[in-house]
């Protein structure tokens, strides 16, 4: 049963960078079938999704963060993670991993369909 | 971006009802919408794909229907564990995009 789990501090400072790391056990990051992503989630609101990325090193952010995030994966260690810099109280946020799977219908279409418990980052002095 | 809207933001109803509710996209997204639950303190679980494909494992009391801006999740008699919040998302345009969720409560 493939799993992700989130791990990394639980405080930032402001205008620090947030660095969080997304362990992958029971399946392979370097899987063809799969991308591999970050989403966050302010306390008491909405989804926003962070960013994906792909074994081969391919990656997609969020216009909005793009400028701040990078994404990356360690496919040796089995891991892939997130840096989001110059945080701000508005970064404070539960961050989860995810993965994304397909399924074709008419079409391919995909999805967040397994995640991981996502770990809570408070951005504060 | 897609906007994706939500409604009701909240709803309350007993267990056994049959309960709705509605998520519509700021354009066309065809069928590429999903469905997650979500219970306090836990992450999402994908209930549907595709708009209307249940994802495996999860109970057929739960559909979706719809297609182009207006989408469906149906609820088909409520049980104490569906008493959480839902939310859709559109997988049609980069970057995808939530609505911001709804909040099923016992009346």
């Known amino acids: 049963q493939l799993q992700l789990q989130e791990s990394g501090p639980g405080l930032v400072k402001p205008s620090e960078t947030l660095s969080l790391t997304c362990t992958v056990s029971?399946?392979?990051?370097?899987?063809?079938?799969?991308?591999w992503g970050w989403i966050r989630q302010p306390p008491g609101k909405g989804l926003e999704w962070i960013g994906s990325?792909?074994?081969?090193?391919?990656?997609y952010y969020n216009p909005s963060l793009k400028s701040r995030v990078t994404i990356s994966g360690d496919t040796s260690k089995n891991q892939f993670s997130l840096r989001l810099s110059s945080v701000t109280a508005a970064d404070t946020a539960v961050y989860y991993c995810?993965?994304?799977?397909?399924?074709?219908?008419?079409?391919?279409?995909?999805?967040?369909?397994?995640w991981g418990r996502g770990t809570l980052v408070t951005v504060s002095s | 971006d897609i906007q994706m809207t939500q409604s009701p933001s909240s709803l309350s109803a007993s267990v056994g009802d049959r309960v709705t509710i509605t998520c519509r996209a700021s354009?066309?997204?065809?069928?590429?919408l999903n469905w997650y639950q979500q219970r306090p303190g836990k992450a999402p679980k994908l209930l549907i794909y595709?708009?209307?494909s249940l994802q495996s494992g999860v109970s057929s009391r739960f559909s979706g229907s719809g297609s182009g801006t207006q989408f469906i999740l149906t609820i088909s008699s409520l049980q104490p564990e569906d008493f959480v919040s839902y939310y859709c998302?559109?997988?049609?345009?980069?970057?995808?995009?939530f609505g911001q969720g709804t909040k099923v409560e016992i009346k």
């Open positions: 995810a993965r994304l799977g397909t399924a074709t219908v008419t079409t391919v279409y995909w999805y967040f369909d397994l």
């Open positions: 029971g399946g392979s990051i370097s899987s063809s079938s799969y991308y």
């Open positions: 990325m792909y074994y081969s090193g391919r990656t």
């Open positions: 354009q066309s997204i065809n069928t590429y």
């Open positions: 595709a708009a209307s």
């Open positions: 998302q559109q997988s049609y345009s980069s970057p995808p995009t």
